[in-house]
């Protein structure tokens, strides 16, 4: 089926201006750009954010006269104020997990390769894609106000747990700030609803003719079981996060319960229940790592699927885990709750189902490992990355076993262990995909090649620096350092443990270096790198058939026919290494 | 071509698996060393799950070694391990009910010692409340009644943190301490762990006990000090501007040091 009737697209298309054709366009390609280069610029403000934040841990209250001039509020002085730390750790958290990692998938990669890969002309309704985007862009620009408004950001946390961010004399941050995340959060779902209906319509309703489920590339299947996922957790969010505005603003008592003295002031509040906000909120959070992670998944199936150069092992499998881990997800939330007051016993329940999601996190896993087997690796950066995300995941995936066990979260749980983990396995993961996918389709999405050897160089820091980073932090945690700690030196007992501390604000430090190499290279081969040929890395999915440049509308006159699987690899008894989805009659050997 | 990075992400595999062993076994940056009857469980299930993960990780690790190792750059390509549905299937059953033991275990092995802890307490255990508030800890001793007075929030004043209402002749012999936490060795101990504000976590590592003090609950944890001497109390939860410094001390003693120390205190609560 086509989304839209294949005569005259071009037609239709033709005659816009430079605003709607690059600003507000309906071209699903522009429209996944747009997200890509609005959350590659937010990912470059969140990580200056955890540099500022790694100092201070580094060299608590250390006096940076040179911030003070960059800074003038937060490091006034030129040591950096507790409030300014908090604001920072919670817009780090905020725009990391959401406004990078969320958008980036679905939003930048999903739009761009969803109607290429399934030979769609577009998205099912370019309309609402557009909008999406453009609510994206606003509540960037809502996030990012917090910081300029009287009070700063909010002190919070991204998990923003009332009665703290339900008051706003609980702490500096807690006024305007406060307000604005929830409104930036609230347009954020705004725009992910918009988004997430249309990938999952798009994919179920404008495949080309041929193109059967179990013919999509698996990065289409992360993509899709990731936006199934948001469609069914993100609406709770948005509810939770106005339940928490009209408590701020109308008086009401959803999260807040009677009694609360702050600043020796009786609060006139009464009858609300802070671990209601708990249930809400992690009724989204914890399936918004799936949300991140399944994509990225998906990515580094297809990457590793390419560069193995013979068929993939488990395609079927693959995609039922993902469905399997989409499922579970939704029922696991109460593992971040074992110690905040709920029932023990619904700590037991939470702990069975959490650690029933490993079963098909592993065979995932080891369905990548059984696919090396026997194979025949290119080692192009993409691959690297792609390598990398499996090391990493696995190890982050382990640390779960010590949270989402009830009895041993309780040393563990907001130590720095869970900061280690959850860094491992949904923030480096994913970025590995990021850079995966992105050194794999830059000579898609801009017709010339990445610089190979700046490449290995950014692999190879970002690998060192992202484990010398996430799994000492681990060690912290064992050691029992607190997270959302503006100073760890304040305890006697962890004085010993700044000496790894520190070694992580170096390592942290490397880490961020090499992510200089990667944005050097990205611009300089943006428009200096040699041209790339036609589909570069040999591979069978349907977005390197697409004619060159890529027109609105993706194909000529006709959408292409599929006629098979995507990983036709060196099928034995077939003459061509790699067999693309769209040819009808392979050659084959005599025997 | 050359088939370097394979040989270089298996030489980093090993390292990174060297390094994690090292680290994971030095006992220098380890837990603070344990002085409650329950820690020991909890270390015991720790050690144990480490030994599982830690296999994990490094057979995978090393496999994943081998594999970047041996296939680069492989001219011999083996076809065997096909997407074929009957494979998929018996890999499937095989490696989640591998995974899905694994998981039983480590569920079981905590579950036991999980369920244990939220057990009643003894009945000869002590009560002590713990209120938190932004950015200090009371503890609020019951005298020799073993009631503590009422409160009412609305009594709340500088000179009466917790709101103690003085009508009630319980609170008479009440005994508040504010960031001094005292407790007698080897005598079990009912915390119940309130909160004025915001939610605290009321964490004490040695002992590994953390609760988070939820405003509007009275969530009660009991166990029993082990070691005497001075041990430091975390909030474990962010609780505003000066959460890091939120920090009081709890001393162990022996009954003696301990009636001598408290008959010192002011009573009335407040």
């Not at chain 1, 489920?213 to 996922?229: A, K, Q, V, Y």
């Not at chain 1, 399944?294 to 499998?317: D, Q, S, T």
């Not at chain 1, 990355?385 to 640390?399: E, H, P, Q, R, T």
């Not at chain 2, 499937?92 to 009643?120: H, N, P, Q």
Request: proline share 6%; glycine share 8%; with cysteine.
């Amino acid at each position: 089926m086509d989304a839209v009737t294949e005569e005259g697209v071009q037609e239709t298309h033709r005659g816009h201006g430079f605003i709607r054709k690059y600003v507000f366009s309906l071209d699903h390609k522009i429209v996944g750009l747009q997200y890509f280069f609005t959350a590659m610029a937010m990912a470059v403000f969140g990580g200056v954010l955890s540099m500022l934040m790694r100092l201070q841990l580094g060299w608590p209250s250390h006096s940076w006269p040179l911030l003070e001039k960059l800074l003038p509020v937060g490091m006034a002085g030129g040591i950096m104020k507790p409030e300014f730390y908090l604001s920072l750790q919670t817009m780090h958290g905020t725009i990391m997990a959401i406004f990078v990692l969320t958008a980036v998938f679905t939003g930048g990669f999903g739009n761009y390769l969803i109607p290429l890969q399934i030979g769609a002309r577009d998205m099912a309704f370019p309309l609402l894609n557009m909008l999406s985007y453009w609510v994206y862009a606003l509540s960037c620009v809502v996030v990012i106000l917090a910081f300029f408004v009287e009070g700063g950001a909010p002190i919070s946390g991204w998990t923003a747990y009332p009665p703290l961010s339900a008051i706003p004399a609980a702490g500096p941050g807690e006024g305007l700030g406060q307000d604005l995340w929830i409104v930036a959060i609230a347009l954020f779902t705004v725009s992910s609803m918009m988004g997430v209906l249309n990938y999952i319509t798009t994919i179920l309703q404008a495949r080309t003719r041929g193109m059967t489920m179990m013919r999509l590339p698996l990065n289409i299947w992360g993509m899709f079981t990731s936006s199934i996922i948001s469609l069914l957790t993100f609406p709770v969010l948005l509810a939770a996060g106005v339940l928490l505005l009209t408590d701020r603003l109308l008086g009401t008592s959803f999260f807040i319960p009677s009694g609360l003295v702050i600043g020796e002031k009786l609060v006139q509040h009464a009858g609300g229940h802070p671990l209601l906000w708990q249930h809400l909120f992690w009724y989204f959070g914890h399936p918004e790592v799936y949300i991140v992670i399944v994509p990225a998944m998906g990515i580094a199936a297809e990457i590793i699927a390419a560069f193995i150069r013979k068929p993939v092992f488990g395609y079927r499998l693959m995609a039922g885990c993902w469905v399997a881990i989409a499922a579970l997800s939704l029922i696991v939330w109460g593992h971040h709750m074992f110690v905040s007051g709920m029932n023990p016993f619904l700590g037991s329940v939470f702990a069975f189902t959490t650690l029933l999601i490993t079963v098909p996190s592993a065979i995932l896993m080891l369905c990548w490992v059984v696919s090396l087997w026997g194979a025949n690796i290119q080692f192009k950066p993409p691959m690297l990355f792609a390598l990398g995300f499996i090391s990493i995941f696995l190890a982050g995936g382990l640390g779960g076993f010590f949270l989402g066990s009830a009895l041993t979260d309780i040393p563990l749980h907001d130590t720095y262990f869970v900061v280690g983990h959850f860094h491992l396995t949904m923030a480096m993961s994913p970025l590995f995909a990021v850079f995966a996918a992105i050194y794999y389709w830059f000579p898609r999405l801009f017709g010339r090649m990445l610089n190979e050897r700046l490449a290995k160089v950014h692999f190879w820091f970002s690998i060192a620096g992202a484990y010398a980073v996430f799994l000492t932090m681990h060690i912290l945690g064992v050691g029992g350092m607190i997270r959302h700690t503006y100073d760890p030196t304040q305890y006697e007992m962890f004085q010993h443990l700044q000496a790894p501390n520190r070694f992580v604000t170096y390592a942290a430090f490397v880490l961020a270096a090499s992510q200089l190499v990667f944005l050097f290279n990205f611009f300089w081969s943006l428009f200096r790198g040699p041209k790339a040929a036609a589909n570069p890395w040999k591979v069978n999915t349907l977005e390197w058939a697409a004619p060159d440049p890529i027109p609105h509308g993706n194909w000529g006159a006709r959408t292409p026919d599929v006629y098979r699987w995507p990983y036709d690899y060196g099928v034995p008894g077939v003459v061509q290494d790699f067999v693309p989805q769209h040819v009808a009659s392979i050659e084959e050997t005599s025997g | 071509m050359k088939r370097s990075e394979g040989t270089a992400l298996s030489v980093f595999l090993t390292v990174l698996v060297i390094s994690s062993a090292w680290l994971f076994t030095q006992r220098y940056w380890w837990m603070p060393e344990v002085a409650s009857v329950h820690g020991p469980a909890i270390d015991r299930v720790f050690s144990i799950v480490l030994v599982i993960t830690g296999i994990m990780f490094v057979v995978l690790q090393l496999t994943l070694a081998v594999l970047v190792f041996k296939f680069g750059r492989n001219r011999d390509v083996q076809r065997r391990l096909w997407s074929r549905p009957r494979a998929e299937k018996w890999f499937a059953i095989v490696a989640g009910s591998v995974i899905f033991m694994v998981d039983v275990s480590v569920y079981s092995l905590g579950e036991s010692e999980w369920l244990k802890a939220w057990k009643t307490a003894p009945a000869d255990a002590a009560l002590v409340e713990v209120t938190g508030e932004q950015f200090m800890w009371n503890f609020r001793y019951p005298g020799a009644d073993g009631a503590l007075g009422k409160t009412d929030p609305a009594l709340t004043t500088s000179s009466n943190a917790l709101g103690v209402d003085s009508r009630d002749p319980t609170s008479a012999d009440d005994v508040l301490s504010t960031n001094q936490l005292h407790l007698v060795v080897g005598k079990p101990v009912r915390m119940r762990i309130r909160s004025k504000d915001v939610i605290h976590s009321f964490n004490l590592p040695h002992f590994r006990v953390k609760q988070d003090a939820v405003p509007g609950m009275a969530i009660e944890v009991w166990f029993i000090p082990t070691r005497e001497g001075q041990f430091e109390i975390v909030c474990n939860q962010l609780c505003g501007l000066a959460h890091y410094r939120m920090k009081a001390f709890l001393t162990v003693e022996s009954q003696e040091s301990f009636s001598q120390w408290i008959s010192q205190m002011t009573p009335g609560g407040k």
